[in-house]
């Protein structure tokens, strides 16, 4: 699996509902962006205090980045905290865009079974492209902590080299973000499980 190298810009949307730690993810994946060096720029586009309501952010990074916002058809990689959110925002993918999506199903009125949203992911883009992972049964199983599951994702992502991120660098950024917190460790934990899980 191939990212794409420092002279080219790198989009991420993360999708899921509010209550899963989507703010603190995003802040996360910036801070490691500017450890290893990029120009970073983020943005939120539906109500994050809302929980339980939809929820989208736009990280971008790159030599020079100048908008906020990941034009439709150019992320690179969509992370979906929730399988229906993650169907939401297929129009920012293109036929390489890769999909680490969280098994985890909330149901609120709109969203879609698994198994529908699979069918269509399977219909609308590369399957080989698409990681289906049960982050949030693993992270309460292993820290009795759901929220994690964001990033474990983001564990998954790194280690399958879909971001142009160094494991010390997102260790660095969860040292920087959680300095005199018990979730140090929790993060740091969850993150170098998708290694081994």
């Known amino acids: 699996m191939k990212t794409n190298n420092k002279g080219k810009n790198f989009n991420i949307v993360i999708a899921g509902v509010g209550g899963q730690g989507i703010i603190t993810l995003t802040m996360l994946i910036a801070e490691s962006a500017f450890i290893e060096g990029y120009d970073v720029k983020t ?3 539906h109500g994050l205090s809302q929980r339980g309501g939809s929820v989208q952010t736009h990280i971008r990074l790159g030599k020079k980045i100048y908008s906020p916002l990941v034009p439709l058809g150019e992320a690179d ?3 979906g905290l929730e399988v229906s959110e993650a ?4 129009s920012y993918s293109n036929k390489n865009t890769l999909f680490f999506i969280n098994e985890n199903e909330i149901f609120y009125p709109g969203s879609l079974k698994k198994q529908e949203v699979v069918k269509k992911l399977n219909f609308l883009v590369d399957k080989k492209n698409v990681f289906l992972i049960n982050a949030s049964k693993i992270c309460k199983e292993k820290f009795n902590k759901e929220v994690l599951a964001g990033v474990y994702l983001l564990g998954k992502a790194v280690f399958q080299n879909a971001m ?4 010390e660098s997102v260790l660095k950024a969860i040292s920087r973000l959680f300095k005199k917190s018990n979730y140090q460790k929790l993060n740091k934990d969850s993150f170098l499980l998708a290694e081994k899980i």
């Open 164 to 167: 142009p991120f160094k494991k």
């Open 87 to 90: 169907l939401r925002n297929i």
């Open 43 to 45: 943005s939120e586009l």
């Open 77 to 79: 990689l969509i992370i």
